[in-house]
Structure formats: C-alpha cells, structure tokens
C-alpha cells in the first residue's frame, strides 16, 4: 500500500504519543524493577490502572511546536519569534514564573485551553531553566546541555517542510529546527540533532526510503565538520549494526542510555532502519533500559511517519488521555495548509 503525507504525519504524531506514553511509567526504573512489575518482556500496554496512557512534556511540547507553525501561517509572525511564544506557553501550564511577561505570549493560540496539558508530567530541566531566565524573543540559549528537549518537539517542522517541500528544502528545514532548539538547548548536539531529526522527518514524509534518507541527511553533519562529528558517528554505529545484523538487545550497549540526544537519536535511527512493523519497534524504544519515555515518543515519530496511522491505531491511541488535543492538532496543521 502507497502512503500518502496525511497518512504518515497521522502516525507520527500519535506514535509519537503512544511511544512516550508506553515508556512513560517506566522511565528511572532499574532493571529489577521493571523484571519485577513486567517480567522478561516488559511493558505491552498501558500499565495506568484505568487502563490510559499519559504522555509526557515530549508530546506535550510537540504539540506547541505544531500549533507555532500553524499560528504563524496565519499571521506571518517570524517563525523563531512563534516557536518561542508557544515554549513560552507550555511552560506557562507548568505554573512558573517567566521573566518575559505572559500577556505577550498567553493571549495567542487554542492549546491552553487543554487541561491535558496543564498536568505536570516529568518536565527537562534545561527547557524549564532556559525558558524560565529568557529575556529576548527568539534569542538562543547560553548552556551547554545536549539532551533531547529540543530533539524531542521538532518532529513538526519536518512534518511542516514536507507538506511545503517547495518552500522549505531540506537546508531550511535543518537550520530552523536546529534554531528552534537552540532556545533551550546550546550545546551542538542538543540542536544540531534537532536539525538532523526533521530532515529525517521530512525525507520519510515524502515517501523517501529511510534507507536513503539517513544518508541524505548526513551532509549537513559532514559539512559541520568537528562541530557534527559526534551525532555522525552516532548515527554511523547505528547503521552499522543494522548493516551487521546485531539484534536490538545486544545493539542497545552501543546505542547508549539514551539520556543525550545524539544518543537518542542515534536509537532511533536504528529502530527506523531495523524495526519489521511499527509494533515491534515502539515496544523496543518504550522498554529501553535508559530515557524510556523520550526514547519512545521521538522513535515513535520516525517509526509512525514510517509506517503510517493503519499500523499505528491498532495500538490503540484512543487509550491515551489527552488523544482529542493530539487530533485536533493535527487536523489544524493539515487545515492551515489548504
């Protein structure tokens, strides 16, 4: 069967959901632990006991980033300028204060009006901070940290630069969701991994082979030279694992924890590459013995654009609270493109 864009946007965003929400209660469990509560094979569902899944800050500010792109179709504001506003408004649901008034922010957008996404749920430490001590829209970060928050949430724009393939080339796409990660994240890999991510997302959409995807991808890594050497031999170890054969259980040693993002994203790669059907990949990436739940929604965003919403509704994304408010998003997203 021919996927066509809708169809794989439509399981992007819920695999992304559904991988964040599986690894959601497993995340910081050691391996007894998780032994103990699910045996040899781990987690196969939702584990809530109202039988729910519950996804965390990943979906919840994908889910900004998405409703940044659509306000700025409609009203022309700077792309970088929109992203940071609709951060700003997550964060806002998070209760703390910001140094950038919110009546600047918080009278725009619909996704405030989502209880779902007031709840608290394992929010980063570096997005909070960095959001937290802004002064200036639109102005990148000074830290040094490359975890996965800014990987995490650009999975839209990919999506955004395949449904405008014309306007937004694969250059655009990588220097824009690199900057929009750079508003929290200034280490290189906690934003160059964000620029490599919606390429990738981009290709896939599209209907490119994730085969030749990857590689297309890599020449902005190769042209940064010593700045993108650590995410290419990240991603270079997960192509050659696939390429030897190496099962995922023996491959997660060299994969990494996944509590960076080159590592993250590097995981994903692999289960792109590796994964035979969308079910058996967003298993692997939920039960990953390190970021579980990040691991789970940014590979269930590649393993869902991949395989597309007929293999991703079995999984049953009706479960997950908060389902409506994923929907609605993107039916906005696909409407502002009409």
Partial sequence: M???????????????AIGDALGEPI????????????????????VHPDGMGRFTDDTQMTLFTAEALILHAKTGEPLLIALHKAYLRWF???????????????????????????QRMGPGRT????????????????????????????????????????????????????????????????????????????????????????????????????????????????????????PWELAIPDLGAGWVAEEILAIAVYLGLAAPDFRTGILQAANHPGDADS??????????AIWGKSEVFPALPSQIGGYSTVTLIISELLASCR
């Fill in 295 to 304: 691991v789970g929604a940014i590979a269930g965003q590649l393993l869902g």
């Fill in 92 to 118: 806002a649901t998070q209760k703390l204060p910001s140094r950038i008034p919110p009546d600047t922010y918080c009278n725009e957008g619909f996704l405030l009006d989502k209880p779902v996404l007031h």
């Fill in 127 to 246: 997005c909070l901070r960095a959001l937290m001590e802004a002064t200036d829209l639109g102005m990148p970060v000074v830290n040094d940290s490359k975890g996965c928050g800014g990987l995490m949430r650009v999975a839209p724009i990919g999506f955004w630069a395949a449904l405008h393939p014309n306007e937004w080339d694969l250059r655009r796409t990588f220097v824009v969701a690199s900057q929009a990660a750079q508003l929290t994240h200034g280490n290189p890999c906690g934003y160059l991994t964000a620029g490599f991510f919606a390429v990738l997302i981009r290709q896939v959409t599209l209907g490119v082979s994730i085969n030749d995807a990857v590689p297309e991808t890599m020449q902005f890594l190769e042209k940064l030279g010593d700045t993108g050497a650590p995410i290419r031999e990240s991603v270079l170890v997960a192509q050659d694992l696939v390429d030897k054969g190496v």
């Fill in 27 to 46: 995340e910081f469990l050691s391996k007894e632990e998780r032994l103990q509560r699910w045996g040899s094979t781990g987690v196969q569902r939702f």
């Fill in 2 to 16: 021919t996927l066509d864009i809708t169809d794989r946007i439509w399981g992007g965003f819920l695999g992304g």
